[in-house]
């Protein structure tokens, strides 16, 4: 029993916590720093006000999670980011293909449970924070109220990072930050919003809806909105099948004060839903919704827009559109510039809700926007990075906030290392090389940089394989795929010298004359065939298996992805082909992009139909391509890009084995190997669902032996894009044999994009 007499006044009890790194803000970029800067050996501290971690991904707000890869509709051909952020979209894949956001709450939940380094503060919002006393211009503490245990923590670190949404720390500390649109003419930024897209992007609220199985009456709230035809432009949108995110566009408050208004744009938005329920239940114009109820409505709206932080360099229009270099690129994006009218829900726009600009591919962002320019200590993360309104429209994404997350994990273990603060690491050369390197070790990626590892002993190694696959052509066992509504193209990985010939199978309702056209891409790091290489015309005779024939006579200088591409043309068809291939796929032209009025380009949009409808054209290549030799897993590129950058072995090979062999013996402490879970399929989070557990190209069961076929490791369940072996004590051995036992889809040739190994654990 406790009795306490009275007191004139008490103190909420107060728990320090010191760390390494402090992250306030526990959405996936929070999360994914946490997590890599844990596993690089640092003590964190993660706050999040919220009871789960995820943000806008959590199933408090459910949105799917997105970044490069657009849905797949763009030209960002295997753009999905790499590192955590793809460990823990493969296993949400794996284990609630259904899109469950309950299950992925668990996902995240259990990622950050496992790593012993990372104190996990839930429930806990950061109110307050001190400076150095020595200097003003670092955080010395944060102190967080934790609602649920009445409990104040004091966390003091020598490193911070704002990954809140809001940007509270940042706030806090007096970090230079900006809110709402620059003008046009401050960065040079034609697609700068005017008029009905100025001000913010406003929050959503998302609701659930199922069939109880019989007919279920709603009568509404007295605040839900009435005359929804006469309110919302867009009310014909309005259906009984679409719910959740699928509604992005029940969006308001891009004209108010997001951070500090964002409940009465929450209560505003919880009118248009229950509004929009009533209209669909009591319109009489939804039959089809009698027997659907309203299970979940978000109590926290998803916000897209409110501060962003000003780091040494700011992202711009031109980083996104023109895709420029940069030496201290340690991330990338690809959604499109993304901009929304301000009126949202309400507003009357030609743009149906949204306003796209696209780039041609993927484009880098420097680690210069990941950390504040006037507070020495402090790391930004998620939407509030460094970048225009125009840029954040793309950078704002999770998936590309989670994959900075990452870079700024890395960069804070660097730091640690090297006793000095993020602006040191960006002043020299070599510490961004490293932590490049140290990135690539985790699985990330970043279009346009591949650094070779010098502590990669496998690099040393002559690498051979038991067989590797002749691409020679694919089997005519799929379906006809007609040309008469889009453009059809194949993409192809060709080597260096003349492009072979290439047989392809139609089927021709009358004698016709058609134009193919061989197209390349201007640069490796995208995959937009906006290059004619050569055309050619065949007269062809009607029939249901006719031969096209293609030979155009060119001789490509270097290695490079090509498109086959056949025209919109009626009565015209491909046979497909039922075989899929690493660094091979059928594309369709359904739009294009035309924005070179506001600072875009105008190119075509080729992109793949989604599993399990991934064809490739039937075809025959003669002669055959030898593309997917043993070297591929050691030129430190684990994804295809302008080429498979893969081991493929021969499908018939009964025992496919990749081995490395050194000259001397060699003690290795850690192995890593890449394989391929198809990084251009977008594996949204909630939702959609995904058409299978495990993706058809990944290993399923391999192991590794060593001198004398002594059993290294064996794996007998992978469904993952990189397996880190770690030995308890170092092994010593002069060979390596990776042996591939099963894949997760039978027929699939036997892919492993790269095999590394380490002398030291570098985690």
Excluded at 74 to 103: H, K, M, Q, Y
Aim: with cysteine.
């Amino acid at each position: 029993m406790i009795a306490e007499s009275a007191a004139a006044f008490r103190t909420l009890k107060n728990v320090p916590l010191q760390s390494d790194l402090a992250i306030v803000g526990g959405g996936l970029a929070g999360t994914c720093a946490a997590i890599t800067a844990a596993r690089q050996g640092l003590r964190v501290t993660l706050l999040q006000d919220r009871p789960v971690l995820g943000g806008n991904a959590s199933s408090e707000v459910r949105l799917w999670v997105l970044g490069a890869t657009c849905h797949m509709g763009s030209n960002n051909r295997w753009a999905r980011e790499g590192g955590v952020i793809d460990e823990i979209l493969v296993e949400n894949t794996f284990r609630n293909p259904e899109g469950n956001p309950l299950l992925f709450d668990t996902i995240l939940l259990e990622k950050v449970f496992e790593e012993k380094n990372i104190t996990l503060l839930l429930n806990t919002a950061v109110f307050e924070c001190a400076k150095d006393p020595a200097d003003p211009d670092r955080i010395a503490s944060v102190r967080g109220f934790c609602s649920q245990n009445s409990t104040l923590y004091t966390v003091e670190a020598p490193l911070f990072m704002d990954a809140s949404g809001d940007g509270i720390l940042g706030f806090l500390s007096g970090a230079a930050f900006r809110m709402g649109a620059e003008s046009r003419d401050e960065f040079d930024e034609p697609f700068a919003p005017e008029g009905e897209f100025g001000a913010l992007l406003g929050h959503s609220l998302y609701f659930y809806s199922k069939d109880a199985g019989r007919p279920v009456q709603f009568t509404a709230p007295s605040f839900a909105l009435p005359h929804i035809e006469e309110k919302i432009p867009r009310y014909r949108n309005f259906n009984a099948k679409e719910h959740g995110c699928q509604l992005w566009w029940i969006e308001w408050g891009g004209r108010l004060d997001t951070v500090h208004e964002s409940e009465t744009i929450k209560w505003e938005l919880w009118r248009v839903v229950y509004g929009v329920w009533n209209y669909i239940k009591n319109s009489g114009k939804f039959p089809e919704a009698e027997n659907l109820t309203l299970e979940w409505v978000g109590h926290i709206p998803g916000k897209r827009e409110s501060r962003r932080f000003e780091g040494p360099y700011m992202l711009s229009q031109s980083d996104v559109v023109r895709r420029r270099h940069h030496d201290d690129a340690v991330a990338f994006g690809g959604w499109s510039i993304d901009l929304h009218p301000a009126d949202g829900v309400f507003a009357q726009s030609k743009f149906d809700g949204s306003h796209h600009l696209h780039s041609k591919g993927p484009y880098q962002i420097p680690f210069r926007c990941y950390y504040s320019r006037n507070i020495r200590n402090l790391f930004l993360g998620g939407r509030i990075i460094s970048a225009t309104h125009v840029a954040f429209g793309s950078t704002r994404v999770m998936a590309t906030g989670a994959h900075g997350g990452q870079a700024v994990g890395i960069a804070a273990a660097l730091c640690r290392k090297w006793d000095c603060l993020p602006s040191d690491l960006s002043a020299d050369p070599a510490k961004i090389r490293e932590l490049q390197l140290r990135l690539l070790r985790t699985g990330q990626h970043f279009w346009g940089h591949a650094p070779k590892d010098p502590d990669d002993l496998a690099r040393t190694a002559q690498v051979t394989a038991s067989s590797t696959f002749q691409l020679a052509g694919l089997p005519a066992d799929g379906e006809l795929w007609d040309t008469k509504e889009f453009p059809l193209a194949q993409l192809l990985p060709l080597p260096a010298g003349r492009v072979p010939k290439i047989t392809l199978t139609l089927a021709l309702e009358r004698d016709t004359e058609m134009t193919f056209a061989l197209r390349g891409a201007s640069r490796h790091d995208h995959h937009t065939p906006d290059v004619l290489l050569a055309e050619q015309t065949l007269r062809l005779r009607a029939g249901e298996a006719v031969e096209a024939v293609l030979d155009f006579g060119v001789t490509l200088e270097e290695a490079r992805t090509v498109f086959l591409c056949l025209p919109k043309q009626p009565g015209v068809a491909v046979r497909c082909s039922r075989g899929i291939v690493t660094g091979l796929m059928a594309l369709s032209n359904r739009r294009d992009e035309k924005t070179s009025d506001v600072g875009g380009e105008d190119f075509p949009i080729y992109s793949p139909r989604r599993r399990p409808l991934d064809q490739n054209f039937a075809l025959r290549i003669d002669p055959p391509l030898d593309l997917f030799g043993a070297a591929n897993t050691v030129n430190g590129v684990d994804r295809p890009t302008h080429q498979p950058n893969a081991w493929l072995a021969d499908p018939a090979d009964p025992a496919p084995r990749l081995t490395l062999t050194w000259k001397t013996p060699q003690t290795l402490r850690r192995i890593d190997l890449a394989f391929d879970t198809d990084f251009d399929h977008a594996l949204e989070s909630v939702l959609m669902g995904q058409p299978e557990r495990a993706v058809p190209f990944c290993v399923k069961r391999y192991r590794i032996l060593g001198d004398d076929g002594k059993l290294l490791h064996d794996c007998a369940e992978n469904h993952r894009s990189r397996n880190t072996v770690r030995f308890s004590e170092p092994v010593t051995t002069s060979v390596l044999h990776i042996e591939i036992l099963e894949m997760q889809r039978p027929g699939v040739p036997p892919v492993l994009f790269g095999a590394h190994a380490y002398a030291e654990d570098h985690s």
